[in-house]
């Protein structure tokens, strides 16, 4: 299946840990990548590869992958990472997760 | 600085057409991979396809929802890509971005994105 499935949100407190996991069958031979979108703007690549972060892109954001999952994680999140974020499997398709709704408060 | 501006957005008539561009500058256009990516009213991004640089081919590949209405061409000569649309349906109605993976292996570059609105 091409699918990408990630919770639909997740709310968490200034300053806890934010996980957001991303199952489906291409991550088990692809590379995933994270976006950031918030409200009016376009998306932002935070991760790419699975682990790696773009320049400009802060120490807080990390990816790991696990066979078929990946998860993106936010330590000591702010308020200012409150968004939607997706998930994408980099092949031919390109598809990408149904999003996540990230609440900071 | 690296950008891209897409435009030709606007309103059309179910089973109308319209094309978009997508203008790219401060990038080797000839060797970007440019993408075409969707997002509805309210929901999330959908890929809808890509162009290879004429060097790795140059060829199309469309995202099943728009095979066979949607043609995905470009003119290096302008460092411009486009996106025919056509046999328009309401459920095409969305911001349409142009995008590339550019410096690394993901999208990176972005649009500000054009609207497309399809109703009668």
């Known amino acids: 299946s091409d699918e990408l499935t990630q919770p639909p949100s997740l709310s968490v407190s200034p300053g806890q840990t934010a996980s957001i996991a991303c199952s489906g069958d291409?991550?088990?031979?692809?590379?995933a990548c994270w976006y950031q979108q918030k409200p009016g703007q376009s998306p932002v690549l935070v991760i790419y590869?699975?682990?790696r972060r773009p320049p400009g892109i802060p120490e807080r954001f990390s990816g790991s992958k696990s066979g078929k999952i990946a998860i993106l994680t936010i330590n000591g999140t702010q308020t200012t990472d409150e968004a939607d974020y997706y998930c994408q499997a980099w092949d031919s398709s390109n598809v990408f997760g149904g999003g996540t709704k990230l609440t900071v408060l | 600085e690296v950008q891209l501006v897409e435009s030709g957005g606007g309103l059309v008539k179910p089973g109308g057409s319209l094309r978009l561009s997508c203008e790219a500058s401060?990038?080797?256009?000839?060797?970007?991979?440019m993408n075409w990516v969707r997002q509805a009213p309210g929901k999330g991004l959908e890929w809808i396809g890509r162009i290879k640089s004429k060097s790795d081919g140059g060829t199309a590949d469309l995202a099943t929802p728009v095979k066979g209405r949607f043609t995905i061409s470009r003119d290096d000569s302008k460092a411009t890509m486009y996106l025919q649309m056509n046999s328009l349906k309401t459920e095409d109605t969305a911001v349409y971005y142009c995008?590339?993976?550019?410096?690394?292996?993901?999208?990176?570059?972005w649009g500000q994105g054009t609207v497309v609105t399809v109703s009668s």
């Open positions: 291409k991550l088990g031979d692809k590379f």
């Open positions: 401060g990038l080797i256009f000839t060797k970007a991979w």
């Open positions: 995008t590339t993976p550019y410096f690394w292996s993901g999208l990176d570059i």
């Open positions: 590869g699975d682990t």
